[in-house]
Structures are given as C-alpha cells and as structure tokens.
C-alpha cells in the first residue's frame, strides 16, 4: 500500500511540475506579449506627441508671419504720422521704425527656435516622450510669446492709425 501511495505521489508531483512548466511558458509568453503592447503603445503615444509638436511649430512661423505682416502696417502708420506731424526723417520716426524692426528681429529669433520641429521629425522616437514633452512646452511658450508680440504690435498700430485719423481730420475740416 506504501508503494501505491508513493507512486501515486511521484505522478502527482511529476504532474504539478508539468502543470508549473507550463505555466510558466504561459506567463513568459504572457509577459512577452504586454512588453509588446506597452512599446507599440509607446510609439503610438510618441507619434501623437510629435504631431502636436509640429504643428504647435507650424503656428508659431504662422504667429511670426502675422507680425511681420502687422509690422509692416505699422511702419506705414508711423510714416503717415511722420508726415501729419511735418517730422519726416525726424529722429523719432527714425527711432520709432527702429523699435518696429527690433520687433520683427525678435519675431524671427523665435520662429528660428521652432524651425527645427516644423517638420515631423521622426529621430524623436527614439527618444523618451518625456522629451517630447518637454520640447512641446517650450514650443508653446514661443507660440505664447509670439502672439503676446503680435498683439502688441496690433494694439501700436491702432494707437498710430488713430493718431493719424485725428491729424486728418484736421487737415479735412482746415481745407
């Protein structure tokens, strides 16, 4: 009776050691198939991180087209109230335009810091989404600064046109 009950014993535990084995290669292949999930996931997430990026870029050279675009605006406006003023070529139009282009070399400084990630760059997938990330700020603080600029520049140019809109009605109501 011993011997049936050790044997019986053996088979049970030659079976348990199957049944382990088994399950082992089960979880190997288990935890195999998550690694794969969690890099596809990965690349999947840094894809979509570097597409936010480019076109977070792509809006700052748009952001810094605008101001270009508004300063040359202002300088016109400048210009007219020269002329109102009888200041043409006077130091304070000189100074003024000056200040317009220092604005618009500031603009370009910023859209030089986001040239790089214009296009989609695809050597970033290499590299951890936290960078990624991190660059995605700071492309978003450009496109903040920007927008700061050109609203600024807007709000000049509506002080100078209504400046020069006074200096006409002069002009209109002494003909």
Request: charged share 20%.
């Amino acid at each position: 009776m011993a011997e049936i009950t050790t044997i019986v014993s053996a088979a049970a535990s030659v079976i348990s050691a199957i049944g382990g084995a088994a399950a082992c290669i089960a979880a190997f292949r288990s935890a195999g198939h998550a690694q794969k999930v969690f890099n596809e996931n990965q690349k999947i997430e840094k894809t979509f991180a570097l597409r936010q990026l480019s076109i977070t870029a792509h809006q700052v050279a748009v952001e810094v087209e605008r101001i270009k675009w508004s300063a040359q605006g202002l300088k016109v406006a400048y210009k007219t109230l020269a002329v109102f003023a009888g200041a043409v070529g006077g130091s304070r139009q000189t100074l003024m335009l000056q200040e317009v282009e220092d604005k618009v070399k500031a603009a370009d400084c910023i859209k030089e810091k986001a040239s790089p990630f214009v296009k989609f760059n695809t050597l970033l997938l290499n590299g951890p989404l936290e960078e990624i990330s991190n660059r995605e700020i700071l492309i978003s603080q450009l496109l903040a600064e920007a927008t700061a600029l050109r609203e600024r520049i807007e709000i000049e140019f509506s002080e100078i046109q209504a400046q020069n809109a006074m200096y006409r009605e002069k002009v209109v109501q002494g003909a």
